[in-house]
């Protein structure tokens, strides 16, 4: 039987690693004082799809209830979370989850997340516990080879504010610079001044270590927003050199991948490859459909891909019983005596060499024994 685009079985090792990384984010969120959260799979779309939180229904496994209404299989945890939490009392609080979203503008149509949200928090405290609880956990699963990139949205909006685009033109114009598309940008703003264009052009390249926040600090000198947001990312470089992780970069011309983003933007990269293992950022916008003043930030990680970039454990030894019908209880008595390997009756010898010892079982005395071969 075939699956449809977008699913896939897993086996072995991966599901190994899926689980070790789910049982290091619980320890890892629990000693930082998150409280686990969970939501429903199945919600109303108009969680996601609202003019606020913005996402795109097309891309959502969907379908309409009894009553008419379209339901989705979870999206995202953020909005999901965002719901559930609403009409709780407005206090400081941090949320931890695991499970699956379903998107169809993916790789695979399921992917499994770990997320934290932080909200009710000072904004530059919540960014720095989503940002150091990143990388304690990257730490705790021994992936050391990584890069964590910030960026911001406020550079690209308030860059695009004297060009007073509609939101098509604006939406056409994000999708050129996330795809670091210059000619795309140039042919989009045709029309519009010189100036601007070219400094957006240059925006597409604005990336790399601090010496591109003293490069902008120096352009935009005379602009008081675009400086306040460089000494935001620089005061969270800071604080992240100081913890001892200098494996950071900026990318200035980085546009919101999720509508709901207002504020910092983070993502880790896997070196070897370049994945992306996590990507998170500020969201205080998404309360204001639940007619709520706050500040929210999260991050999730993609669960599929860290189990991928683990390394493989390095498994206890493993035995092989050879018995018959008439001896099988005896080999399974004999499980508790190794209670530190991997147990396996046969009784027949397959696959000899997965195994570093095979017993079988001899009558000695009209008693059963169970020796090395
Ligand atoms: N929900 C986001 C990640 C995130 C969590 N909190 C904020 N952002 C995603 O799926 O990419």
Known sequence: MFLPAGSQDETGVQIANRLKASEVFRKVTEKRNFKAISTPVVEYAHTFTNEIAGMDLQSMLKWFNSEGEIEVLRPDWTAAVARAIAKQHHAFQKWSYQ???????????????????????????????????????????????????LGHTGIFEQMILPLQLNQDEEEALRLAMHEKRMDLVEELLINYSDEIKQDLV??????????????????WSGHPELLAILQHIRKLIELLEATGVSEVIVDLGRVKNL????????????????????????????????????????????????AQHMMVENSCSRACILATPETHAIAEKHRKELPEEIVDIQYELQNETVYNTIYTIVRDNNQYKVVKR
């Open 99 to 149: 499970g699956s979203v379903f998107r169809m503008d993916k790789d695979g149509t399921e992917s499994r997340q770990a997320g934290i949200e932080i909200v009710h928090a000072n904004p530059f405290l919540g960014e720095s516990e989503c940002l150091l609880t990143a990388i304690q956990y990257l730490k705790e699963l021994e992936i050391e080879e990584y890069v964590i990139e």
């Open 202 to 219: 240059k925006l597409i390249d604005a990336y790399g270590g601090i010496d591109v926040i003293s490069h902008y600090e120096k352009v």
């Open 259 to 306: 509508p709901y983003y207002d504020g910092a933007m983070f993502r880790g990269f896997v070196t070897k490859d370049g994945s992306t293992c996590f990507s998170g950022g500020r969201y205080d916008r998404l309360y204001k459909q639940f007619e709520q003043e706050t500040t929210a930030v999260g991050l999730a990680f993609d669960v599929d891909l860290l």
